[in-house]
């Protein structure tokens, strides 16, 4: 049975068992990483998130960055296009009152856009805290004044902020970035 075509894309229905294979490599390339090891942040002050392990899809859109011991701090994106991102981070202690908040760095010389920032307010007045998350569609490059070569190397790296008036612990923390595709 052939499986049904979208937008160029083999359709891959969940609950299949095993995974067609042309369901395994339709999917966008992706960035993925973790962080498990502890990051203690002074109030007021930022902290990078770098990941313990981490896992490329595709080589020719993502390399690893800088190392720092044996933790990445950054990934480079080696692509003109579209990225989907989401960065989260959870606290080891739920904060109470003040802020918290992840933001993203892109370090290109060439752009005008050095950093976006995302967070929240505590408390939430949620049973339970959420985690804070960094979410955004991007392309790049970002800047459309600058002579569009393209061959540039863009490193995105992430830190979380906080100022709870008292130091806090991240307990872990996830990164996954999609190549959704060069600009139509």
């Not at 359709?11 to 993925?32: E, K």
């Not at 498990?36 to 902290?47: D, E, R, V």
């Not at 003040?98 to 993203?104: H, L, P, S, V």
């Not at 960094?134 to 490059?141: G, K, N, Q, T, V």
Request: hydrophobic share 40%; net charge negative.
């Amino acid at each position: 049975m052939a499986l049904p075509q979208m937008h160029g894309r083999t359709h891959c229905a969940g609950g299949s068992d095993p995974i067609p294979a042309a369901c395994l490599v339709s999917r966008p390339p992706g960035f993925h990483a973790y962080k498990n090891s502890t990051l203690t942040l002074t109030t007021g002050n930022a902290g990078q998130l770098n990941w313990d392990s981490w896992l490329i899809d595709d080589a020719a859109t993502f390399e690893e960055g800088t190392l720092s011991g044996p933790d990445l701090t950054d990934v480079k994106l080696m692509l003109p296009g579209w990225y989907a991102i989401s960065c989260w981070a959870s606290w080891a202690t739920e904060p109470t009152a003040g802020f918290g908040g992840i933001t993203m760095i892109h370090d290109d010389v060439d752009i005008s856009e050095p950093r976006d920032a995302q967070g929240v307010t505590y408390p939430m007045n949620w049973p339970s805290q959420a985690a804070m998350q960094f979410a955004a569609i991007r392309y790049f490059p970002t800047d459309f004044t600058q002579t569009q070569t393209f061959a540039w190397v863009n490193r995105l790296e992430f830190w979380a902020i906080h100022n709870h008036g008292s130091n806090r612990d991240i307990n872990n923390a996830y990164l996954d970035i999609a190549y959704l595709g060069a600009r139509p």
